[in-house]
């Protein structure tokens, strides 16, 4: 018979190394996410200035950190919502450098939502803000 030795700490601890905190940017919402829970930051919304968001994403890391998922509600999955930097992301893990990866993406959009400037518009910037992220060493 084995024995569960591992206490409720490190169980906790388990589970909270398996979480992520993902960027997330579709119609409604745009900010970090918790993998996990409901928990979520979001980005202010005039926001705009590189230096300002870099410090607004450790300002998000650490409050990620310190966040109890147990406190949220559980993570529900949304199909149909259409979320930018997760279609860049996908191209990225079928192996495309980032820069090949938004470009890429950016070229999909334009057919997809040719006669909508501010999905275009919407695309771009945060295809420049998931390049940003990434030099940044944030994704």
Known sequence: MLVDNRSADHRTLEQNTERQSIWTSDRSFQGWTCSQCEWNYPLPTLLNDPEARTAYDRLAAANFRD????DHLTRMSSPDTENFTARIRKLVAQGFKPKD?????????????????????????????????VRAGLI
């Open 67 to 70: 966040h109890k998922c147990a």
């Open 101 to 133: 990866a938004v470009e890429l993406f950016l070229q999909e959009i334009e057919l997809e939502y040719r006669n909508q400037p501010k999905t275009l518009a919407q695309a771009k910037a945060d295809g420049e803000d998931f390049l940003r992220r």
